[in-house]
Structures are given as structure tokens and as C-alpha cells.
């Protein structure tokens, strides 16, 4: 057992995700407004490992710099209790730089990161491949699956990922 943050901006499809890797809805959502410093969105277990949703600000017209600090409080509560962090972002958007995020988050030595490239289902794969080169070269995560979290399309290859990560998983226990 263990647990994974999954982090990203609202909308880019946590919740779907979380929902299709467990096969049950939301456990837990919080009444709280998103004044909350953590903005957890939900909490989803599975006998596996607890997924803690995050909603990181989606608020993209803010300067750059402000919006990293956000992100970085966020992902810093986030990640400390954290086997593994999910990183979702929408395949049909462009692309963004997340080092900062990735480097303020990973307080537990160094946190395996999975770059979630979700809603594949929306671009040609042509395009998929160029994201997926994008966020390859320019960010610092372990790895990047595309998937479509609605049509449930890569959710094993995530699945299979967070396995080895956990601290009971059999890549750590031979
Ligand atoms: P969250 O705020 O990050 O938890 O996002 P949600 O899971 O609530 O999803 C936001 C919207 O995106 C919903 O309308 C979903 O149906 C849609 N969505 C989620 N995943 C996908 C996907 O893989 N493909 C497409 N086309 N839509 C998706």
C-alpha cells in the first residue's frame, strides 16, 4: 500500500483518471472552499495504494512566476507523504514547462514522477508524439504516458508504473 498525489490544474481530468484506475467514484470530497491552502480535491483507494487528488490553480492568465508559486505550495504539501506523484496534464493544450513544480514538490529525496499526458483522445497522434517529446525534453519527470482517461485508454500503463513505485511493490522487493 501507498500513496500517490496526482496533481494538476483543474479540468485537465484527475477525478476521471483516479475513478477508472480504482473503478469506483471519489470517496471523499472536501465542502471546503479553494481557499484551502491544499485544495484537495478527493481521496480514492483502492487495496493498493490511496490516490490524493490536488488541484493546482488553473488560473493561466497570471504572470508566470506567480503562478509557479502557487503550484509549488500545492505540490509541496502534496508530495511530502507521497510514494509516487501524477502529473496530469491536457494533451490538448499547449505545452508548459512543470520543472519548478517537480523541484519544490520532490521534499522526500527525490520523488518518482509520472507526467500524465491525458486526453489523447482530442489531437492526432502525430501531435501526441510532439507533446510527448516536448515534456520529455524540456521537464524533468521519470516518465511520460499518453492516455485517455474518459475512453480509458494507457490506465494500465499507469497502473503498472505506480506498482513499482510503492514502498510494498515488487520492483522494490525482489
Ligand atoms: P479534474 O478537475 O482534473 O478532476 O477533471 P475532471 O476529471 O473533472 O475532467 C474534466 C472534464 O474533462 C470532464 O468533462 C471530463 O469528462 C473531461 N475529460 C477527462 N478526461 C478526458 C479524456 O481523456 N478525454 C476527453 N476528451 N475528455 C476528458
Given at each position: 500500500s501507498g500513496y500517490v498525489a496526482v496533481l494538476g490544474?483543474?479540468?485537465?481530468?484527475?477525478?476521471t483518471l483516479s475513478n477508472q484506475m480504482v473503478g469506483q467514484k471519489l470517496s471523499i470530497v472536501t465542502d471546503k472552499p479553494q481557499t484551502t491552502r491544499h485544495r484537495i480535491l478527493g481521496?480514492?483507494?483502492?487495496?493498493?495504494?490511496?490516490?490524493?487528488?490536488?488541484?493546482?490553480?488553473?488560473v493561466i492568465e497570471k504572470k508566470m512566476h506567480q503562478l509557479d508559486t502557487m503550484m509549488m505550495k500545492n505540490v509541496r504539501s502534496a508530495a511530502v507523504?507521497?510514494?509516487?506523484?501524477?502529473?496530469?496534464?491536457?494533451?490538448?493544450?499547449?505545452?508548459?514547462?512543470?520543472?519548478?513544480?517537480?523541484?519544490?514538490?520532490?521534499?522526500?529525496?527525490?520523488?518518482?514522477t509520472l507526467l500524465v499526458?491525458?486526453?489523447?483522445?482530442?489531437?492526432?497522434?502525430?501531435?501526441?508524439?510532439?507533446?510527448?517529446e516536448w515534456y520529455?525534453?524540456?521537464?524533468?519527470v521519470d516518465e511520460v504516458i499518453p492516455v485517455s482517461a474518459k475512453f480509458g485508454h494507457g490506465i494500465e500503463d499507469?497502473?503498472?508504473?505506480?506498482?513499482?513505485?510503492?514502498?510494498?511493490?515488487?520492483?522494490?522487493?525482489p
Open positions: 490544474k483543474p479540468n485537465v481530468g484527475k477525478s481521496i480514492i483507494s483502492s487495496e493498493e495504494y490511496q490516490m490524493i487528488l490536488y488541484d493546482t490553480p488553473g507523504n507521497a510514494d509516487c506523484v501524477l502529473i496530469v496534464v491536457d494533451a490538448s493544450k499547449m505545452p508548459r514547462k512543470i520543472d519548478e513544480i517537480l523541484e519544490e514538490g520532490n521534499l522526500k529525496d527525490k520523488v518518482p499526458l491525458n486526453k489523447k483522445d482530442l489531437i492526432k497522434p502525430g501531435e501526441i508524439a510532439k507533446r510527448l520529455e525534453k524540456f521537464t524533468d499507469i497502473k503498472n508504473w505506480i506498482l513499482t513505485k510503492l514502498p510494498t511493490g515488487p520492483a522494490y522487493y
